[in-house]
């Protein structure tokens, strides 16, 4: 992700806040893996761009399922509402 330049490193001030939100059980978790804090990275304008167009394609595909069950339920209502029109103009044809 780095070489496609969507992730950076962090800034050094991000870091700082960054590292003050770690909790005693993570920092011993990083000590016990050999490291004296962890990596920070975040996205740059090109990653939040690709995110955004992920959660746009996310959404536009539940969209197409919700419109094509709008569509066969469209359907399917419109049958039974002529099989109705026709049930009762024969009834009253009797």
Same mark, same amino acid.
């Given at each position: 992700m780095r070489k496609e330049n969507l992730i950076?490193?962090?800034s050094k001030d991000k870091v700082i806040e960054l590292n003050k939100k770690l909790t005693q059980k993570e920092?011993?978790?990083l000590? @016990? !893996?050999g490291k004296t804090e962890p990596l920070w990275y975040c996205l740059t304008d090109k990653g939040r761009d690709l995110a955004m167009s992920m959660q746009s394609l996310q959404f @536009? !595909?539940?969209a197409?399922?919700?419109?094509?069950l709008t569509h066969t339920t469209t359907i399917i209502?419109?049958?039974l509402s002529m099989l109705a029109v026709f049930i009762s103009l024969l009834s009253t044809l009797k």
């Open positions: 950076e490193m962090a920092w011993n978790q000590r @016990a !893996e @536009a !595909e539940k197409d399922a919700y419109n094509a209502v419109t049958i």
